[in-house]
């Protein structure tokens, strides 16, 4: 094996990059990040370039649940805080924990090999530097996914992209709009064009349950969270018939009636989209067939003069500088041991390859911290080593929480958040790690908010 220090190489200083680092530093583990542009915060610097973020973007989860474990959000931050202010956080709490000079900024790991039990990164200045641990948090939203029909645009008059490059509703003044796709992105996007251009159309091939931001004054994810411990099957008659009451029959508004139960897809949390489709300021159209001239047409026959088309049509993730076979790959979607841990390569872990039901930064220091117990017993402990190495290629986990999730790309490896939780402990039990308690992340300057529960699974 080459001598590699026994230093760590993470890529991306996104909030994966900076828990993983604010993780290794406490464990004492040696470590060198790397991001290719000039700020840290990932997808939440809106100057990144390729960032899917835009001006009217604002938190799904609630600052309530989604904060980093010791770092809680300011105060005086919303329940629901803008891009901007995410952004500031991610920054507030690089300098908290002094993680900017672990950091090489401008600087792209371009591809890596492994050889001799070690990894060696290209680096974009022309560098190499070898590793024995690559850790790839390189982010989901970077590769735009778009439908067969947009990558045919030459017969259209108007305008197709994808929705990562959209950044400000005044790019729709004076135009008439449609947007693809009712994620939380797309139905962002849609108000912005209802409020912004002269007419907004909404184009949905199934039809989804819409949570509102609030419920009873409180945001959905406390509200959820201070509900009773119930079995699924009445969680979902109690949450859907909550939703029924509150939405009423989405079909009145021209979506289609959702074909699946509450809980089984990803949450789109949106107060916004019915509001303007009640109003008439976005419409409702069904899945679209082709483009023709200053037209789209609609697999129903139906035709709309557009200007704009956006594609809020998802990503393709993928980890372009390492080579496939080291990740095993489910559809478009890596799968590895509980979302981090190769199975082929005991070196190599990912992070933020997760889509699950809830705020991801206490998450994301959960598997930060488990990463780095890996690192420190494949580096001290032979024994409790081969125990744990065979767990990661042999144990496969149910991380359903017993939900039928809808077959799509994008349900293909998504975890709901308690079975992932219970995993984790039910890994630090097998391996004897305890959890860190809260106040083991201490800030080196003064954070003006009272720590809050650690809650590290
Ligand atoms: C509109 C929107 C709203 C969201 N709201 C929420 C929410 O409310 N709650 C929540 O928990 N999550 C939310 N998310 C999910 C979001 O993805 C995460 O919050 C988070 O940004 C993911 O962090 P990450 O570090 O994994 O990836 P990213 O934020 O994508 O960061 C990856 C970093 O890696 C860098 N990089 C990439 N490739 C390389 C390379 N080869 N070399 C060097 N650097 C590289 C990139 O420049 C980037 O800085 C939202 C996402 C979007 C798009």
Known sequence: MKNTDNRACIVGAGPGGLALARAFKNLGIEFDVFERHSEVGGIWDIDNPGTPMYASAH????????????FPMPDDYPDYPSNQQIFEYMKSFAHAFDLYPHITFDTEVISTNFEDGAWTAHLSTGERRTY??????????WHPKLPGWAQDAANFDGEV???NAFRHMDEFRGKKVLVI????????????????????FVSVRRGYHFVPKHIMGIPADVFADKGPNLPLWLQQR???????????DLTRLGLPKPDHRVLESHPIVNSQLLHYLGHGDILAKGDVDRLDGKHVVFKDGSREEIDVVICATGYEWKVPYVDPRFFSWKGDRPDNYLHMF?????QLFGLGFTETNGGIYKLFDSMADLIGRTILT??????????LENRIRTHEPELSGGIRYIESDRHATYANIDALKDEFKALRKHMGWEAPKAGYFKPVTPHPTTPASLEVA
């Open 161 to 163: 992209r994808h929705a």
């Open 342 to 346: 190769s199975r082929t390569n005991p």
């Open 181 to 200: 796709g009712a994620g939380n992105s797309g139905c962002d996007i849609a108000c912005d064009a209802a409020v912004a251009g002269d007419q907004a």
């Open 59 to 70: 938190f799904i989860s609630s600052k309530t649940h989604s904060y980093f474990s010791d």
């Open 238 to 248: 109690v949450f859907g018939g909550l939703l029924k009451f509150l939405n009423g």
């Open 378 to 387: 494949m580096r001290d402990d032979a024994k409790a080593w081969t125990r």
């Open 132 to 141: 024995r641990w690559l850790i790839c948090v390189s982010g989901t939203t």
